[in-house]
């Protein structure tokens, strides 16, 4: 039988990524084997409580991000990180795609400073790789409080396919991944 000390640990991770609008960045984590949760949400700025609304006036200072729940032992930060670049730009400057504003722009908050180790190695890695002729503008900065977006962006790409579709190609975001990588994303 295990201990209460043993009991009491919390065997997961926290991970928050900020690529822009948040109904495309929470597919392709929440499917991933060892992920527990993907949750939309505010994270980075200086507004207590913000809300959807608050964030879109890109006053706030918060970026849409989503925050995932993992267990290391079955899935490695290393592994989101390279899921992360995948479904961003990782070289564009206060936005993703269509969407405009220091609310939408990327960014990889740490939660320790073995995530920030691994983050920046990782932004090296894909700057030296050659896959990108611009700059990899992408901050990373210490996870800050993270609010969680209201239920109706919660899995918004389950609860509304068809919108979530249009949108993710409309915004440019679909082309861009398949172009770039090869993939549809949202894996």
Not at 36 to 64: L, M, R
Not at 111 to 129: M, N, V
Not at 145 to 165: C, G, I, M, R, W
Request: net charge negative.
């Amino acid at each position: 039988m295990a201990s209460a000390d043993e009991v009491s640990k919390n065997p997961f991770e926290k991970a928050t990524f900020a690529g822009g609008c948040f109904w495309c960045m929470t597919p392709p984590f929440r499917q991933l084997k060892g992920v527990q949760s993907v949750k939309a949400g505010y994270t980075g700025g200086h507004t207590v409580n913000p809300t959807y609304e608050d964030v879109c006036t890109g006053t706030t200072g918060h970026a849409e991000s989503v925050q995932i729940v993992y267990d290391p032992k079955q899935i490695s930060y290393d592994e989101l990180l390279e899921v992360f670049w995948r479904n961003i730009d990782p070289t564009q400057q206060d936005g993703q795609f269509a969407d405009h504003g220091s609310q939408y722009r990327t960014a990889i908050f740490y939660h320790s400073e073995e995530q920030k180790r691994l983050a920046q190695a990782s932004k090296e890695k894909l700057q030296k790789s050659g896959k990108f002729n611009q700059p990899i503008m992408t901050e990373i900065t210490p996870a800050s409080t993270f609010y969680v977006a209201e239920d109706y962006h919660q899995d918004y790409s389950l609860k509304n396919p068809a919108h979530y579709k249009l949108y993710k190609m409309g915004s440019g975001r679909a082309d861009y991944i398949k172009k770039t990588w090869g993939t549809e994303g949202d894996h």
